[in-house]
T-cell receptor, first 115, second 114 residues
Framework: EAGVAQSPRYKIIEKRQSVAFWCNPI?????LYWYQQILGQGPKLLIQ????????DSQLPKDRFSAERLKGVDSTLKIQPAKLEDSAVYLC?????????????FGQGTRLTVV | AQSVTQLDSQVPVFEEAPVELRCNYS??????LFWYVQYPNQGLQLLLK??????LVKGINGFEAEFNKSQTSFHLRKPSVHISDTAEYFC????????????FGGGTRVLVKP
């Protein structure tokens, strides 16, 4: 079974530029999560989708971050404009349902460096 | 609001020695607790979880954890570590009041020495 795919693996951009990350969840998984993991910290949930609808985006900095999952399958997370403090690993995860009896599977992440 | 504290940022341990990683949480309601492992340049992998029932939870790769409600702890243990256990370990908590959203601790880096 293919896992959660993310691209690119690494990205370096200058501050004030824009960047986009892509995630393809495990086939059939209805729930998709984006997490931000700053160096030395645990992951922080940015946004959770159930199919193509947003369940929780309370910790998403909406002035610069946006995410979509138009067809309820793959998802894109965008940052525009980027700040130095956005340097982090962005992890995508998916699960078959939005409850804790179902395991969330994580991708390898995209490491973003803003200079 | 829920929070998780992992008291040790790094734990060096010799191969075949036991290891314990400490995790304390705060939450106002009944909680669900998790331990994840992150190998270098990899995503997170679930080691074990406590949802209800027996307070001693066994997970993959020989790890186990014990839920202690009175001490609000969920410490992770392994009786004998291998070199391959070198990784970062994250404790996480969730509860129904948070909509089942996971809150992670800061992580504990385990370095197994030969």
């Amino acid at each position: 079974e293919a896992g959660v795919a993310q691209s690119p693996r690494y990205k370096i951009i200058e501050k004030r530029q824009s960047v986009a990350f892509w995630c393809n969840p495990i086939s059939g998984h209805a729930t998709l999560y984006w997490y931000q993991q700053i160096l030395g910290q645990g992951p922080k949930l940015l946004i959770q989708f159930q199919n193509n609808g947003v369940v929780d985006d309370s910790q998403l900095p909406k002035d610069r971050f946006s995410a979509e999952r138009l067809k309820g399958v793959d998802s894109t997370l965008k940052i525009q404009p980027a700040k130095l403090e956005d340097s982090a690993v962005y992890l995508c995860a998916s699960s078959s349902a939005a409850n804790l009896n179902t395991e969330a599977f994580f991708g390898q992440g995209t490491r973003l460096t803003v200079v | 609001a829920q929070s998780v504290t992992q008291l040790d940022s790094q734990v060096p341990v010799f191969e075949e020695a036991p290891v314990e990683l400490r995790c304390n949480y705060s939450s106002s309601v009944s909680v669900y607790l998790f331990w994840y492992v992150q190998y270098p340049n990899q995503g997170l992998q679930l080691l074990l979880k406590y949802l209800s029932g027996s307070t001693l939870v066994k997970g993959i790769n020989g790890f186990e954890a014990e839920f202690n409600k009175s001490q609000t702890s969920f410490h992770l243990r392994k009786p004998s570590v291998h070199i391959s256990d070198t990784a970062e370990y994250f404790c996480a908590v969730s509860d129904q009041a948070a909509g089942n959203k996971l809150t992670f601790g800061g992580g504990t880096r385990v370095l197994v020495k030969p």
